[in-house]
Nanobody, 123 residues
């Protein structure tokens, strides 16, 4: 009933920029917390950035000052602006969101994941 679709990944040289988008579709009433995770080959998935409904944000230390998470509440969409990319940022990036749907007019909240988008940074 709910899908998260990421886009914007690709291949970029070190120092370059990319902007990821995560669009929620389906029977979405409202998205609450939205986040970006990443998983590099052979490593565990890690949270990169989180944005709450009120716009407050948190970042993993390795991306502070380089990445910016934002959202458009009217579109239930999240973005990740990535500047100053480094080879160690290479990973599959996943969107994660807590979505409220209405079941017989009653709110029901679940966590959803996107399918992931590949970001590759060459040195």
């Amino acid at each position: 009933q709910v899908q998260l679709v990421e886009s914007g990944g690709g291949l970029v040289q070190a120092g370059g920029s990319l902007r990821l988008s995560c669009v929620s579709s389906g029977k979405v009433f409202r998205a609450t917390e939205m986040a970006w995770y990443r998983q590099a080959p052979g490593k565990q998935r890690e949270v990169v950035a989180v944005i709450a409904t009120d716009g407050s944000t948190t970042y993993v230390d390795s991306v502070k000052g380089r990445f910016t998470i934002s959202r458009d509440n009217a579109k239930n969409t999240a973005y990740l602006q990535m500047n100053g990319l480094k080879p160690e940022d290479t990973a599959v990036y996943y969107c994660n969101a807590r979505i409220i749907v209405l079941i017989d007019s009653a709110p029901d909240e679940h966590t959803y994941w996107g399918q992931g988008t590949q970001v590759t940074v060459s040195s």
